[in-house]
């Protein structure tokens, strides 16, 4: 049960984080151009699937759950069932979860024109995810802070992430250097504010979730925000080598971008890949003791 439960949890984080930062791109990249209207036909059909992916894993996370308080499949009758979603806390807020995935998923296949509402949307949906971990360790109104915090987290990884996907393709598809130029400016400048707010509420989380910092890397759960950190210190390396070497170069080149848009896509493909690590790392320390 608990494999279950994490695959259902990684499946759900690794479809919804990044959706929402695709779906945010659009506040803040290059939105005028015309290959980033290109690059948005391209990633309807991705987006999508993400939507319904995240529903999947939603649905599984809620059963895995609702068959972990029952204790066995037997146990957990339709009766049961009925009562836990209707007539609990936990019931409820997966029903409304569960219901908004439904309207995001919605929205998508139908193609209405609704860019900020999906976006906004999708990251509450993301913010919500500060009520499934460790942050109801606490009393209020600590928790509530350490619940805001989390939020925040979750926030700024999707734009970061999420970004990655529409940025990589942009890369891929444009060939006017200004063009590329200012789409690696606005990421970056969307980078800034992403890394503060995942470094200070990622060390405030941290200090709100551990009560005994010496044993940290004693516990399971120590070693996995240790390879979070790692890999997060890996995205950041590459995020400052394409932001004050190839970008630079790519600046004083002009027109002669070829080799450098394959360096940047590796560049930004490694990202990518790092952050979905980072996901799964997220939705496996969720399910472990705290220090």
């Known amino acids: 049960m608990e494999w279950a439960l994490y695959g259902a949890r990684l499946v759900h984080y690794i479809a919804l984080v990044p959706l929402a930062g695709i779906l945010a791109w ?86 209405l024109r609704t860019p900020r509402f999906r976006a906004v949307l999708a990251m509450v949906l993301v913010a919500a995810l500060a009520g499934t971990g460790h942050t109801q360790v606490n009393d209020p109104p600590v928790r509530y802070w350490h619940m805001a915090g989390d939020a925040l987290h979750l926030v700024a990884a999707a734009f970061w992430i999420g970004g990655l996907v529409p940025l990589w393709l942009f890369l891929r598809t444009e060939n006017d250097a200004r063009q590329l130029a200012v789409a690696l400016h606005r990421f970056s400048a969307m980078g800034y504010i992403a890394v503060a707010v995942l470094g200070v509420t990622g060390l405030t989380n941290m200090l709100l979730s551990v009560t ?80």
Request: proline share 2%; charged share 15%.
């Open 26 to 111: 659009r506040l803040y990249g290059t939105a005028g151009a015309p290959t980033a209207q290109v690059v948005e036909l391209r990633l309807r059909p991705v987006m999508l699937w993400l939507s319904l992916a995240a529903l999947v894993g939603a649905l599984a996370w809620a059963a895995a759950t609702l068959l972990a308080m029952a204790g066995s499949l037997e146990a957990a009758e339709p009766a049961v069932v009925s009562y836990v979603m209707t007539e609990t806390d936990f019931g409820r807020l997966w029903l409304a979860r569960l219901m908004l995935l439904a309207i995001l998923a919605g929205l998508l296949a139908t193609g």
């Open 212 to 291: 005994d910092l010496s044993a940290l890397l004693s516990t399971t759960w120590g070693w996995l925000l240790a390879v979070k950190l790692a890999a997060f210190a890996a995205m950041l390396l590459l995020a400052a080598a394409n932001r004050f070497h190839l970008l630079a170069a790519l600046e004083r080149r002009g027109g002669d971008t070829v080799g450098l848009r394959r360096r940047l896509q590796g560049h930004v493909a490694m990202e990518y890949g790092l952050g979905l690590g980072i996901l799964g790392l997220v939705a496996a320390l969720g399910m472990n003791a705290l220090p």
